[in-house]
T-cell receptor, first 112, second 111 residues
Framework: NAGVTQTPKFQVLKTGQSMTLQCAQDMNHEYMSWYRQDPGMGLRLIHYSVGAGITDQGEVPNGYNVSRSTTEDFPLRLLSAAPSQTSVYFC???????????FGAGTRLSVL | DQQVKQNSPSLSVQEGRISILNCDYTNSMFDYFLWYKKYPAEGPTFLISISSIKDKNEDGRFTVFLNKSAKHLSLHIVPSQPGDSAVYFCAASEGGNQFYFGTGTSLTVIP
């Protein structure tokens, strides 16, 4: 039982490069979300999705794009990476209406 | 502006004693509160939750208390064990779509 799988685990980018952080879950959860964790800031919601084809913005959406074409996958795209996006990124999923989220192990991203 | 606050970045407790972790919130519309535990290099894992219609929820060694008038919740761990050493995040939600997390409290249980 894989749960929530995030790839890659580590990534270093140069300013201006683009990349996609992958997130997949095998629990048939309708709700998926992306967070970033920064020192002294806790986890902040970037984007979330309540089902395939439906996405919405969280607290800190600027600089990030998402799409949800399948129930299983919820990729996070950085179109032009900036040093301020250096962070640890977590993907999470939950049942619709269920508040308990299951998190992936995280992606540590450094933007130089 | 932080809607969920954990004012103690760290806490040290002797093994066998009680650990009390605190969390304050500002949004009176929050209707569900959760505690997550996080070990280094892992994602947070769910620990215990409470809805706004209750003031206490207990699960084994873990108890969460909610004081709505003070907009305060706390997590009690008793007895504390070395394996409880981790970062604890409280989280709150209004309606279940957006979750707001505190900054975390690093608990160290000393053997």
């Amino acid at each position: 039982n894989a749960g929530v799988t995030q790839t890659p685990k580590f990534q270093v980018l140069k300013t201006g490069q683009s990349m996609t952080l992958q997130c997949a879950q095998d629990m048939n959860h309708e709700y998926m979300s992306w967070y970033r964790q920064d020192p002294g800031m806790g986890l902040r919601l970037i984007h979330y999705s309540v089902g395939a084809g439906i996405t919405d913005q969280g607290e800190v959406p600027n600089g990030y794009n998402v799409s949800r074409s399948t129930t299983e996958d919820f990729p996070l795209r950085l179109l032009s990476a900036a040093p301020s996006q250096t962070s640890v990124y977590f993907c999470a999923s939950s049942l619709a209406g269920g508040p308990i989220q299951y998190f992936g192990a995280g992606t540590r991203l450094s933007v130089l | 502006d932080q809607q969920v606050k954990q004012n103690s970045p760290s806490l040290s407790v002797q093994e066998g004693r009680i650990s009390i972790l605190n969390c304050d919130y500002t949004n009176s519309m929050f209707d569900y509160f959760l505690w997550y535990k996080k070990y280094p290099a892992e994602g947070p894992t769910f620990l215990i939750s409470i809805s706004s219609i209750k003031d206490k929820n207990e699960d084994g060694r873990f108890t969460v208390f909610l004081n709505k008038s003070a907009k305060h919740l706390s997590l009690h761990i008793v007895p504390s064990q070395p394996g409880d050493s981790a970062v604890y995040f409280c989280a709150a939600s209004e309606g279940g779509n957006q979750f707001y997390f505190g900054t975390g409290t690093s608990l160290t249980v000393i053997p």
